[in-house]
């Protein structure tokens, strides 16, 4: 990577890709694996800044958008819509929400792709950037609301593009890192591929084949981005100074935006436009800039008290009238410290047209654009439906319980003109589209109409967004092209390497580097299994075979001494583990000892005695196995006296399905318990026998235990959370519920003692009558 235009000036490539957003970088990485690439963005790289790659920070790269250098550039259509647009490595997915989901099935074919290729291209970029979501609270009240409002059927999570409401992929990874399509860079061959920064492209440059009377593109010129737009620098295609036609393309990929924009500086477009501007006419092409889009939103706010709560990007839709609605909902930063909880809605498929013309002649500035929203008569109707939808969500009762009975949410609904209100709402989902639309502007091989050597592969091409959010399909859409424009070639050339290889120079031995370390790195899949020891060979030291006999040795200093050892042997294997270790050692009582033939050492009856596990009731506040992600407990219900502690997760039972228990634990019973011995084998459990409620009191304490947890399971919260059908275990209102105790009691997992202090060893943890034998743990 490199921000020095200087080291690219002049130079050649087989391909040159403008813009290294969401669709140019997985183009560029594909194509690098047979052609040299050079790839150009006019912002900088991603990866050192945290309000970019940290989920935590999602929305705060958005207040920041100065004209020429932020990573996101705002703009405000002629509508009077904000609007926003990457400028950064990885373009507009390194500043949005990350949700990734699929397009439809219905979009694949209408677009002409091959189904295989697509799942194969879409495979590509799933095994690199995308990841199953960690559920926020607010995420799962979103789920439900959806649900509560009738978005149905519940999909769990998946990545199809389905009707109902659903748990999308997401670009964030379980740590809260941001893989941008920046990161696909990773898939190419670094060999091959340039990526320049902080260069902005101001127009393509053309030459005559006058043999072929053809227009062709054959290079590009560009300015550094905080440079003057005078000072300009160019970089060619291999082949474009000789005689014949150069062998690859210029390719534009710098979004909706972008593209049309460049293609309009470079005297490609509507003539009296380009007049306007005094551009001379390369090709008229009278629809660049035209068939513009974006998905009228409206955004309701579910609590519009600004609080400080960490910002959450979407992970749950719902996909309502036959693909037509799609609803989400976040937690957005709007300062330093507080936030919004918006809940959004989009109409899918708008029939509403707009149009990009020229503002000025440098590229850093925004075109002017205008997107008329909802001025098709269908589109506000459906508006209005859609707004009907949403509201409901708001006001269900998940999201009414999650967020207080004091929330102030946003009121449409009710007013007597609704259309004039959906008039005044309307805002963008951010997935504006078109301006060099497949049919019109490019043909299907995304070849620009007119010129040879010159594509346009982004946003701008999609006449319908792909229903769900675009940026799946986008990343798709670079690595489905790349196989396609090769096998065109009739020759493959395979350029040599550019000497100057910039930014890969280190380590190009392993083939794959890390863009932001520069060392080498391991595919999210290439996950580092355990060595494996096979027959016949050596254990690691300390390890023992599973059916020999062999035993080793380590011992204390100073034991092979006449005198003492200084130090001393520790136990801390655990309340199963250490009385275990103890007994096979010829420690404890001596008439269980003479049972297995072990020499009895220190005769300590109590050894493996008093031991106790806290009962536990646990009760399933939805018994329907669900596809939802693991949830660890993260609060805990401490009753008075602390003798109740009540807690509740989501557990997985299979690969795909988890239940919802709530479980609830006696922090102090009095029944008591035995281990045993089992074999000699010391990897074998011994025998324990914990007796649980066996004394009244406990069995008491257990009944007031577990109507205090079914107060729990049946609070307002759980059930608006669960809706109204969920089907949770039901213990009181029995007549025998001390019986039902004793029958549904489980473990909480805090089994204990066995050594106890006091009988097996004092209160310095030796174990009575043995020197330099310690015990820590339970
Ligand atoms: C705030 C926000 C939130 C969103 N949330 C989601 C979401 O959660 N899920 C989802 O699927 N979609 C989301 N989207 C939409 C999605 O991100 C975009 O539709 C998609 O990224 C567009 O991809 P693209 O390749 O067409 O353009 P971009 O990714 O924008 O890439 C264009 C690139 O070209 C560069 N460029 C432009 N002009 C030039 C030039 N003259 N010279 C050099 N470089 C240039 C730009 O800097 C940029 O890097 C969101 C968008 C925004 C703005």
């Not at 010129?221 to 210029?250: C, H, K, Q």
């Not at 909706?256 to 007049?275: D, T, Y």
Request: glycine letters at 8%.
């Amino acid at each position: 990577m490199t921000s020095d235009v200087e080291e690219v000036s002049g130079k050649s490539f087989d391909y040159i890709i403008v813009g290294g957003g969401t669709a140019g970088c997985p183009l560029a990485a594909t194509l690098s694996e047979k052609f040299s690439v050079l790839l150009v963005e006019r912002g900088g790289s991603p990866f050192e800044n945290p309000l970019v790659m940290e989920k935590k920070y999602y929305g705060y790269s958005l207040f920041e958008t100065d004209e020429f250098s932020s990573v996101a550039q705002s703009f405000v259509s002629v509508d009077g819509v904000r609007n926003l647009r990457g400028r950064v490595l990885g373009g507009s997915s390194a500043i949005n929400g990350g949700f990734y989901s699929r397009a439809s099935k219905e979009f694949v074919k209408k677009a002409g792709w091959n189904e295989e290729m697509v799942a194969k291209a879409y495979e590509w970029v799933e095994s690199r950037v995308v990841f199953p979501p960690m559920l926020t609270p607010w995420q799962f009240t979103a789920e439900f609301g959806l649900l509560e409002a009738g978005i149905l059927p519940y999909n769990g999570y998946t990545l199809e593009h389905v009707e109902g409401t659903k748990i999308g992929g997401t670009v964030f990874d379980q740590l809260g890192t941001r893989h941008t399509s920046a990161d696909l860079l990773q898939g190419g061959n670094p060999e091959n591929i340039i990526v320049l920064l902080n260069a902005t492209v101001k127009n393509i440059i053309f030459h005559n084949n006058s043999d072929k009377n053809e227009t062709c593109a054959s290079g590009i010129s560009f300015i550094r981005s905080d440079g003057t737009a005078d000072e300009t620098f160019e970089a060619v295609l291999s082949g474009a100074n000789d005689s014949s036609s150069p062998l690859g393309d210029v390719i534009l990929a710098a979004g909706a935006m972008g593209s049309p924009a460049i293609l309009l500086l470079s005297g490609v477009g509507p003539p009296k436009h380009l007049k306007k501007f005094d551009i001379p006419i390369v090709v008229a092409l009278k629809d660049v800039g035209r068939q513009l889009k974006d998905n009228p939103c409206i955004s309701l706010m579910a609590d519009s008290r600004p609080l400080n709560r960490p910002a959450d990007p979407p992970q749950v839709a719902g996909i309502a009238k036959d693909l037509k609605f799609i609803i989400e909902a976040g937690v957005l930063p709007i300062s330093a410290n507080s936030t919004l909880v918006p809940v959004a809605a989009k109409l899918a498929f708008p029939k509403s047209k707009g149009r990009l013309k020229l503002n000025s002649m440098d590229p850093r500035e925004n075109p002017t654009v205008k997107f008329n929203y909802l001025s098709k008569e269908e589109d506000l109707k459906q508006c209005v439906e859609m707004v009907e939808m949403l509201q409901r969500v708001v006001s269900s009762q998940a999201v009414t319980v999650f967020l207080g009975a004091e929330h102030k949410k946003d009121v449409l609904v009710g007013s007597e003109d609704l259309p004039g209100l959906c008039q005044k709402n309307v805002r963008t989902f951010y997935h504006y589209h078109g301006g060099c639309s497949v049919g019109s502007v490019v043909d299907s091989d995304y070849r620009v109409y007119g010129v040879k050597g010159l594509r346009v592969v982004d946003g701008s091409t999609f006449l319908e967004s792909p229903g769900t959010n675009p940026m799946a399909t986008l990343m798709m859409l670079g690595s489905l092209l790349a196989p396609k424009i090769e096998r065109e070639l009739k020759r493959i050339s395979l350029s040599t390497p550019p000497p100057y290889s910039v930014f890969f120079s280190a380590s190009l031995s392993t083939g794959m580097l890390n863009l932001r370390t520069g060392r080498p790195i391991h595919l999210k899949n290439q996950s580092k299994l355990p060595p494996k020891i096979n027959e016949g060979e050596e254990d690691l030291p300390g390890l023992c075979r599973k059916n020999g006999p062999e035993t080793f040795e380590a011992f204390l200093n100073g034991a092979n001494d006449s005198s003492s050892p200084l130090g001393g042997v520790i136990l801390a294997a655990g309340a199963i583990g250490s009385p275990a270790v103890l007994l096979l050692s010829g420690v404890g009582p001596p008439k269980h000892l003479k049972k297995f033939d072990i020499p009895i050492v220190v005769a300590l009856k109590d050894v493996g005695r008093q031991m106790k596990d806290d009962p536990c009731i646990s009760l399933m506040a939805d018994s329907r196995p669900l596809n939802c992600p693991a949830d660890t407990p993260q609060v805990a219900g401490i009753s008075e006296d602390l003798k109740f502690i009540i807690e509740a997760g989501v557990l997985p039972i299979s690969a795909n399905s988890a239940l919802f228990p709530v479980a609830a634990k006696l922090a102090y019973p009095e029944s008591k318990g035995r281990l045993k011995l089992n074999s000699v084998d010391l990897r074998e459990n011994p025998t324990v026998k914990f007796n649980y409620l066996s004394k009244e009191e406990d069995l008491k304490q257990c009944v007031e235990m577990g109507e205090l947890l079914q107060r729990v399971v049946n609070s307002q919260a759980v059930t608006a959370f669960f809706g109204a059908e969920h089907k949770k275990d039901v213990l009181v209102g029995s007549e025998d519920l001390p019986g039902l105790c004793k029958k549904n009691v489980r473990t909480f997992y805090h089994y204990h003692d066995g050594c106890s202090v006091g009988s097996v060893i004092d209160s310095d943890y030796r174990v009575y009558r043995l020197w330099s034998k310690r015990i820590a743990g339970r």
